[in-house]
């Protein structure tokens, strides 16, 4: 009986006890109506796998647009009112009426929501002036297709940086970006131009600004993206784990 008493208490501590933080809802969406990224499957399963082995947040995997919407769904189906930032690892014209798009824009500007932007993110709606707007800038080609492009990490402080050395290379695809500008965002890794062939045709940025990752703020909302994340062998890199994961809690404000 002792025991017994011993053991009740301790379950009515541990029941008593909240972590630091609740598990946040993180919707993750993989739909292409571009070109097919084989890395997508791969990358929703990382995230979703960083998500429960940190204990931050929950993972809810989509590949349709389904749940980017405020509006009450059909057998319980969750919409953004259910999540706390929303992940897009997407491509091309996704399939969004333009209650869904302003829902969706509301989201993060009006109720402080997150954002966080993988690769061909930023080839999606290209042609979509808000969304481009809250991303920070649109696809403007890859000059140099899939190659060792040579970083330089200029915010080494930014949570999900310091485990790269001040410039390393990455065998990826790396975009160029137009409508984009660093007055509204907070650029953490770019391009060494000076080791970049830059009598590419392709290239079209006469200042030679290629950012790689940003940060920005859109209304209350918290956005990040990186353009890494092509190649499916740098998911399972730990530095790029890390970066992610920084992103991703950054994003949910933790």
Request: net charge negative.
């Amino acid at each position: 009986m002792k025991w017994i008493a011993v053991l009740a208490i301790f379950a009515a501590v541990g029941s008593a006890q909240t972590p630091e933080h609740p598990r946040k809802k993180l919707l993750v969406i993989g739909e292409e109506k571009g070109y097919r990224h084989e890395a997508v499957s791969h990358a929703m399963a990382t995230i979703e796998r960083l998500g429960h082995d940190t204990g931050l947040w929950d993972t809810f995997i989509r590949t349709d647009t389904e749940a980017l919407t405020k509006k009450k769904l059909e057998y319980n189906a969750k919409n953004l009112n259910d999540f706390d930032a929303v992940v897009f690892y997407t491509g091309g014209n996704l399939e969004m009426d333009d209650s869904q798009k302003a829902d969706f824009l509301s989201f993060v500007h009006d109720d402080g929501k997150g954002f966080v932007g993988i690769h061909s993110a930023g080839i999606t709606f290209t042609n979509w002036p808000e969304y481009v707007d809250m991303v920070g800038g649109t696809y403007d080609e890859h000059p140099w297709m899939t190659f060792n492009a040579p970083i330089i990490v200029e915010d080494p402080k930014f949570p999900g940086m310091s485990q790269f050395p001040p410039a390393f290379t990455i065998r990826d695809e790396i975009y160029q970006f137009k409508n984009f500008s660093r007055d509204t965002c907070h650029v953490l890794m770019r391009l060494d131009a000076s080791k970049l062939d830059l009598a590419n045709p392709r290239v079209h940025r006469a200042d030679h600004d290629f950012a790689v990752t940003w940060t920005k703020m859109y209304g209350k909302g918290r956005v990040y993206y990186t353009s890494l994340g092509h190649v499916e062998e740098n998911w399972d890199r730990p530095d790029f784990q890390k970066m992610v994961t920084e992103a991703i809690k950054w994003a949910l404000g933790l």
